[in-house]
């Protein structure tokens, strides 16, 4: 099936060290891999995204890695700080007769201790 | 440019009621879908659609009918509400087909079902 795994489910971090969340996919034909950050009762808001004709992207203190031979990317965000805290999604783009849809992890709960 | 607007913000509803969540974009977006976000669950896809008279089923469809038949517009439909589709449920767009764009998501509406 068409699936994304996301992990941990929660994680906590001391104010300035780094945090990294993990996605595995199923689908190889899928291409692009958005990162959303979702506040508590706000929407996702697009964090960072990579494609997969691209191994790495930086943007300031976040990063985004993708090894497509595995079907894995991860966000790596650095200098963590308290407005840091917020859920994390991933998703990737699995496709069925050509059609893309977006499919989400289950999310990640990152919390920043001042 | 107000991008996604997703109409009414909250909604109660009876068991068995019937109602239409209302989602429009300005953007000229092809794909819209419709997510609904539950504790622990992720966004899970419903529906989606990408272009006017085009509908296909995501991850959770049962208990929802979508139609497309503008681009702007893509309503949502509860035919017989039951607790179980008690949730926050948003709607989001993108702008090409090649499934390498980012989602704009909506505010979302929250519904419960009594």
Not at chain 1, 87 to 100: E, L
Not at chain 2, 37 to 59: C, F, K, N, W
Request: neutral net charge; charged residues 20%.
């Amino acid at each position: 099936g068409e699936n994304v795994e996301q992990h941990p489910s929660t994680l906590s971090v001391q104010e300035g060290d780094s945090a990294v969340i993990k996605c595995t996919y199923s689908d190889s034909a899928s291409n692009y891999f958005p990162w959303y950050k979702q506040e508590l009762g706000k929407r996702p808001q697009l964090i960072i995204d990579i494609r997969s004709n691209v191994g790495e992207k930086k943007d300031q203190r976040i990063a985004v890695t993708l090894n497509k031979t595995a079907k894995h990317f991860s966000l790596h965000i650095t200098e963590t700080q308290p407005e840091d805290s917020a859920v994390y999604f991933c998703a990737a783009t699995p496709t069925t007769s050509g059609t893309y849809k977006y499919i989400f992890g289950t999310g990640t709960r990152l919390k920043v201790l001042a | 440019n107000a991008g996604v607007t997703q109409t009414p913000k909250f909604q109660v509803l009876k068991t068995g009621q019937s109602m239409t969540l209302q989602c429009a974009q300005d953007m000229n977006h092809e794909y819209m879908s419709w997510y609904r976000q539950d504790p622990g669950m992720g966004l899970r896809l419903i529906h989606y659609s990408v272009g006017a008279g085009i509908t296909d089923q995501g991850e959770v469809p049962n208990g929802y009918n979508v139609s497309r038949s503008t681009t702007e517009d893509f309503p949502l439909r509860l035919l017989s509400a039951a607790p179980s589709q008690t949730s926050v449920y948003f709607c989001a767009s993108s702008l090409i087909l090649t499934g390498d764009s980012p989602l704009h998501f909506g505010n979302g509406t929250r519904l419960t079902v009594t």
